[in-house]
């Protein structure tokens, strides 16, 4: 089983929304797609779903071409909107209806995730009646109602609070357990950090970095190093060639070439008898991949 594109173009006009995409999903697992504010994102998760059409490439699932309507499969959009004035039941037996499940078969699901989730007592009442953080429940439900072999969740945490944040965490982690293909677009990168093996990396439509996310900060190796002292040390740092990624009055933040190059630097400190509270040689965070990749 896999799940394949290539080589998948988005034009309007003379701009160029997404530019030549590739990746692979070639086990179950959860996919990190990432990028600013108009890199391609979500054009990109909605030419997969057939709602946008594709100037070029393929979407192949099991070397076939890739359908919602043949292929079970979830949507969590973005844009957050169910319709307010149908009920919850009615609207979630509609969706599960569009998905080809018949009302006894959506039925017993809706029960279930809305026990699972906590809102069985909203089941007869309007969506309008329904706090956000619970009409996102209904989305999420809308999504996982036909237990998807594909889930796609475009900023799945955005808006909850703490205690829904995990609740929809630990149900993403049970559909990774069950081998669902996930596909996650998101700008909180500790999210991406916490469920994806993989990852892409958009700018502007074009694909500036991808693969596994664990080797990809290896190949960064430890050479960032943060620093806490007592004393400023801000003229012991500029004797270095290094870039400096922050420079607070808690902490300072900077890239070094090497580890020779972070014990000198520790070496100077001691020397001058400054008192250190923290010397930590490290990979990069996510966020600071991130920002390396599309910062201008």
């Known amino acids: 089983m896999g799940f394949v594109i290539k080589n998948l173009i988005k034009k309007y006009g003379e701009y160029t929304a997404v530019d030549d995409l590739s990746f692979s999903m070639d086990s179950p697992g959860v996919l990190g797609l990432l990028g600013t504010n108009g890199a391609g994102k979500t054009t990109t998760i909605r030419m997969i779903l057939g709602m946008l059409k594709k100037n070029g490439g393929t979407v192949k699932w099991n070397n076939e071409n890739f359908s919602p309507k043949t292929i079970p499969t979830g949507y969590l959009a973005e844009e957050r909107g169910i319709y307010s004035k149908f009920t919850v039941l009615d609207q979630l037996i509609y969706f599960a209806q569009l998905k080809g499940m018949s009302k006894k078969e959506a039925l017993k699901s809706i029960d279930y995730w809305l026990n699972r989730l906590g809102i069985p007592e909203y089941k007869n009442k309007k969506a309008e009646k329904l706090s956000k953080g619970n009409q996102q429940k209904i989305q999420f439900i ?109 902490i300072i933040d900077i890239q070094v070439k090497n580890e020779n190059q972070a014990n000198d630097i520790l070496k100077d400190i001691v020397k001058n008898n400054i008192h250190l509270i923290k010397f930590e040689l490290r990979e990069p965070t996510l966020h600071e991949i991130f920002i390396e990749k599309v910062g201008d």
């Open 142 to 250: 809308a999504a996982l109602i036909s237990d998807p072999e594909l889930l796609i969740l475009d900023e799945p945490l955005s808006g909850l609070d703490p205690v829904n944040t995990d609740l929809f965490k630990d149900i993403i982690k049970e559909q990774v357990a069950k081998n669902k293909y996930i596909i996650m677009s998101s700008h909180q990168m500790s999210t991406i950090e916490e469920f994806c093996e993989n990852l892409i990396i958009l700018n502007k439509g074009k694909t500036v970095l991808k693969g596994n996310l664990n080797n990809i900060k290896k190949s960064y190796g430890r050479n960032h190093l943060s620093i806490k002292c007592e004393e400023d040390i801000s003229s012991i740092i500029e004797k270095y060639d290094v870039e400096v990624i922050n420079n607070s009055a808690e």
